[in-house]
């Protein structure tokens, strides 16, 4: 599916099994941060041709969506892999006082 601006209403994207999610920017939940194969590579300092390898070989979690015909993941799921996976540091968590 092609992805196509809602006018007013944020971007259509399609997600797993063909549905149909739509991102609007709300104050109330946290706004989707869709990445694709060249933004994970920049986010984890790493070649586009490493995340390229990670994919065919099936260590990347399921893409969550797919825009313009190529796979597109939130970053809170590849950051949470990446993390499992020792390829980034955790988020360091400010202390509570």
Request: charged residues 20%; glycine residues 8%.
């Given at each position: 599916m092609r992805t196509r601006r809602v006018p007013r209403h944020g971007i259509r994207l399609r997600g797993r099994r063909?549905?149909?999610?739509?991102?609007?920017?709300?104050?109330?939940?946290?706004?989707?941060?869709?990445?694709?194969?060249?933004?994970?590579?920049e986010r984890l300092d790493v070649v586009r041709d490493t995340v390229d390898k990670w994919r065919e070989r099936g260590l990347l979690p399921d893409a969550d969506y797919t825009v313009g015909g190529r796979p597109a993941w939130e970053w809170s799921t590849i950051e949470a892999w990446a993390v499992e996976t020792g390829r980034l540091e955790p988020p360091k968590r400010p202390r509570k006082r």
């Open positions: 063909g549905v149909d999610y739509r991102i609007v920017a709300m104050t109330t939940t946290p706004r989707a941060d869709p990445v694709g194969i060249v933004e994970i590579a």
